[in-house]
């Protein structure tokens, strides 16, 4: 039962492993990569925060409520009869109202610098989303380049073998010298060696990718081979690269937040008027 279990386990990894587009990696990066999740709690914490100032600006509503017992109270004795003049128990309740008129323009400056900490943190996760696309797009390339030159050396060894079965026949017959096996044997080794040196840099390659989609151990990742993309010129790809990148972004809404920063220290000395009730 509990090798069931296992395999049933394991089918999704199984399945997740076998013939990935570039596509199909940027979409894992996005459910299970950990530096995405904890920017996505931040940013889940910002809106919070942005709500609660924008909930400075509704009337507050508060209640208060006390109750105290007296052991002693005032009395007047009336010969037979005494009267207490009070009773043991008090209550106090209170209920105010408070609306906001004037704060200095305090409540509106602390909601803007909300507002810039929200966007700078989307702006965030759009730059991290964006270097781990590229590298999953560098590691998917070198991944699949790497997988071609193995096949290549694969072929490459199989004439070989071939030639050297038939120099062997050659040399049963007297028509071949050793020195002509040995070169060939020699040739082999090479690309045995490279292969060698290849699947590290494959296997080195896929951990790293595993690391970025948010996936644990996968023995063999299996990618699908891209086909011939048509790139756009230079200019239009500076261009793009101008109105897009993050950085950019992020470093005008750095700025804009200071000045709201500079503003909310400027505006501390106004008075603020409050409406209660």
């Known amino acids: 039962m509990k090798k069931f279990l296992l395999l049933l386990a394991m089918i ?35 809106n919070s925060q942005l709500k609660i100032k924008q909930a400075s600006f509704f009337p507050k509503l508060t209640s208060k409520g006390s109750y105290a017992y007296v052991s002693e109270v005032p009395s007047i004795n009336l010969g037979m009869l005494s009267k207490e003049m009070s009773t043991h128990s008090k209550y106090d309740f209170l209920v105010s109202l408070q609306q906001p008129v004037f704060t200095g323009f305090r409540l509106t400056n602390e909601k803007l610098i909300s507002q810039s900490d929200v966007e700078l943190i989307n702006l965030q996760q759009l730059q991290l989303k964006q270097q781990i696309f590229y590298q999953i797009a560098v590691l998917y390339h070198k991944i699949c380049s ?18 050297k079965n038939k120099i062997i026949s050659l040399y049963s017959e007297k028509l071949a010298v050793p020195f002509d096996t040995l070169e060939i044997s020699n040739r082999i080794l090479e690309i045995n060696a490279n292969q060698i040196d290849i699947n590290g840099q494959i296997n080195s390659n896929q951990f790293q990718l595993c690391r970025l989609i948010g996936l ?13 993309e048509i790139f756009s010129s230079f200019d239009t790809i500076y261009s793009k690269a101008l109105n897009n990148r ?8 750095e700025r804009k937040k200071i000045k709201q920063q500079k503003k909310g220290g400027s505006i501390t000395i106004l008075s603020s008027i409050l409406c209660s009730g």
């Open 146 to 163: 790497l997988n071609i030159q193995n096949e290549l050396l694969t072929q490459s060894e199989k004439r070989l073998i071939l030639q």
């Open 12 to 46: 999704p990894i199984l399945l997740l492993a076998e013939n990935l587009t570039l596509n199909d990696l940027w979409d894992l990066s996005l459910q299970n990569n950990k530096q995405l999740k904890q920017l996505k709690t931040q940013a889940y914490s910002a």
């Open 216 to 228: 644990e151990t996968i023995d063999q990742l299996s990618l699908k081979v891209p086909e011939k």
């Open 246 to 253: 993050p950085e950019i972004k992020i470093a005008n809404q």
